[in-house]
Every structure is written in structure tokens, then in C-alpha cells.
């Protein structure tokens, strides 16, 4: 079956670094438009940053010139690079891509930025 598994998130200190990953299973990777999405606390979820299936990228207006995502069709995997972490960017950190209408999603992965 379909499965999105996050990982990389953490306690980062305001101006640090974190690489998040999402391994996925179940599907042809290559074919779908991969995302990162995240929800803070009393907020609604919002998207961060997608990645098509070649390549191309686009970035919510808060993360541009931070975050960077890439993908490895390979490895079947999306990441999210962030840097210069704010403590406005602490949220847990989902992966989603949507078939047939359907949308996916993985666990999620705690990201807090804090000092």
C-alpha cells in the first residue's frame, strides 16, 4: 500500500539548520508531484514547497531563499533542505502527493525552533 515516511525533524536553535526526508512506498515515485506541507499549533496546514515530477519548483513566500526541496526518483524520496530556521517555522513537517484526486500523507515530523 501507499506510504510517506518523514523524518529529520528536531529541536534547531534560531538561525540553524535541519534536512527533513520522506520515503515513500507503493507508488511509481517518478510519475507525482511531491509536497511539503506544515501545521503549527491552532493553525491551519499550509503548504511550504512542492517539486513536479521533473524537477520544478515552488516555494510559499515565508520559506523563499530559506528552504530548497529536492527529490532522488531512485531512492523513491523528497527532501527539504531549511535553512535560517525561524522560531515561526516550528510546525510539524508533512509530505503529500495526490493520485486520482486521493491525497497522501505521512505521519509527520516535529520541527521546533527554539533557544
Known amino acids: 500500500q501507499v506510504q510517506l515516511v518523514e523524518s529529520g525533524g528536531g529541536l534547531v536553535q534560531p538561525g540553524g539548520s535541519l534536512r527533513l526526508s520522506c520515503a515513500a512506498s507503493?507508488?511509481?515515485?517518478?510519475?507525482?508531484?511531491m509536497g511539503w506541507y506544515r501545521q503549527a499549533p491552532e493553525k491551519q496546514r499550509e503548504l511550504v514547497a512542492v517539486?513536479?515530477?521533473?524537477?520544478?519548483?515552488d516555494y510559499a513566500d515565508s520559506v523563499k531563499g530559506r528552504f530548497t526541496i529536492s527529490r532522488d526518483n531512485a531512492a523513491d524520496a523528497v527532501y527539504l533542505q531549511m535553512n535560517s530556521l525561524k522560531a515561526e517555522d516550528t510546525a510539524v513537517y508533512y509530505c503529500?502527493?495526490?493520485?486520482?484526486?486521493?491525497?497522501?500523507w505521512g505521519q509527520g515530523t516535529q520541527v521546533t525552533v527554539s533557544s
Open positions: 503529500n502527493f495526490r493520485k486520482s484526486g486521493t491525497a497522501y
Open positions: 507503493g507508488i511509481i515515485f517518478g510519475l507525482y508531484t
Open positions: 517539486i513536479s515530477s521533473i524537477g520544478t519548483t
